[in-house]
């Protein structure tokens, strides 16, 4: 299934792995993890086939380590199908709460396609 895939690619990356969202008993502790997620369905532009959207979000207290970035983006496309969307990468600040630590995201878009 693709979504094991997935996650046995990042896990590979060094970070615990997420799929959806993170619960509170983590966020409580170090913000240092990986969540990706599907974003969209949709058919391909010759209507042979479909393509699945899929976004990663690398999760840092403070800042994501120099070439993270590149690394995800490698690990995903070793999958059949997988490529980076060629999109911005989209960073995010937080505060952590109840801290003076700030929790920087990275959000990095892929597509994979498949077969009818």
Same mark, same amino acid.
């Not at 058919?43 to 120099?66: L, Q, S």
């Not at 600040?93 to 109840?98: F, H, L, M, R, S």
């Given at each position: ?6 996650? =046995? ?13 993170? /619960? ?41 380590? =120099?070439?993270? /970035? ?17 999109? /911005? ?28």
């Amino acid at each position: 299934m693709i979504l094991n895939e997935i996650v =046995e690619k990042l896990q590979t990356t060094g970070s615990k792995v997420y799929y959806g969202m993170v /619960d509170d008993e983590i966020r409580e502790t170090v913000w240092d993890y990986t969540v990706f997620n599907r974003t969209r369905f949709r058919t391909t532009g010759n209507k042979t086939g479909y393509a699945d959207g899929y976004d990663v979000h690398i999760v840092r207290e403070n800042f994501i380590p =120099e070439g993270k /970035d590149l690394e995800v983006i490698e690990k995903m496309q070793e999958i059949h199908g997988m490529k980076y969307a060629n999109e /911005d990468g989209e960073y995010n600040y937080i505060q952590k709460p109840n801290t003076n630590i700030v929790v920087e995201m990275l959000t990095l878009h892929f597509v994979r396609a498949r077969k009818c």
